[in-house]
């Protein structure tokens, strides 16, 4: 897949290395907001494999305070347009603002990565205009609310035709069904059972058509609370039952895996490749 001018080949299983520029992302605690500080983590996470480096302003966790939009333009677009320039990854902007989108790939990023789904107002004519490669997401619910006791039919038929509906109304609208990526939204108006069931069902999503197309699959399940549930443990415990979901998500056949720790998830990666092609 081309992402803006750079060609990423998504038949083997790519990392995406999370970079919050939120001063309170949870992962972190707010150590990355510095430009600096951000600009370093983003060379290691490049240097360990990453291909590509996802970018966020905004906590969709609930309770997190809204960001203006000044300021989640004030936070990204530095760090979008110095890492654009300066490493060899692509630069995937996660926001739901039409601004921020327009203003990013402006500075380089070459993926919009919306937890939205292009639904705010704007958003889906100005990714089109811009052209460059979407991923869209299914969340139930909105980021305050969607824990409050999620309930699905199937969560799994659910999602699918929830990305199935968005991905036919974005081709309707002239996107190009090459340049899209779906997401089941890990953790988003989810419980465990719901994300083990999507986890389980990776393997279906990744090679179902959707209104006629097969979109590459991206996964974030990356030190979410799903395998905090599992483990018992706070997220600075949770790197190795992490790289093992995502390990699994890849053998299932997901492109693209949005972790927070690349080295690890690299390794893993690599490790199975090896034996799956040995
Ligand atoms: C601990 C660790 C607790 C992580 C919560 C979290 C996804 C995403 C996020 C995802 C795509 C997060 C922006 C939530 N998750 N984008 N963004 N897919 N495409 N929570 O799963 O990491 S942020």
Redesign the pocket.
Known sequence: MKFLSREIDLSRPKV?G?L?VTPDS??DGGKFNSLDLAIKQAEQMAACGAAFI?I?G????PGAVEVSLDEELDRVCPVVEKISKNLDVVV?V?TSSPELMQESVALGAGLI???RALQRDGAQSVALSLGVPV???HMQGSPEMMQNNPLYCSVVDSVIDFLTGRADQLVKAGFDPDKI?V??????GKTLEHNLQLLNKIEELATAKLAGNKYPV????????M??EILGKP?NE?VIGSVAAATIAAYKGAS?L?V?DVKETVDALSVVQALLEG
């Open positions: 995406m999370v919050n949870f992962s996802d966020g905004e906590s969709t966790r995937s996660d990565n919306d937890v991923c869209i997401m990526i997401d089941p939204g890990f953790g988003f991206l996964v974030g399940v990356s030190r979410k609370s395998i905090g997220i949770r693209i949005r927070h």
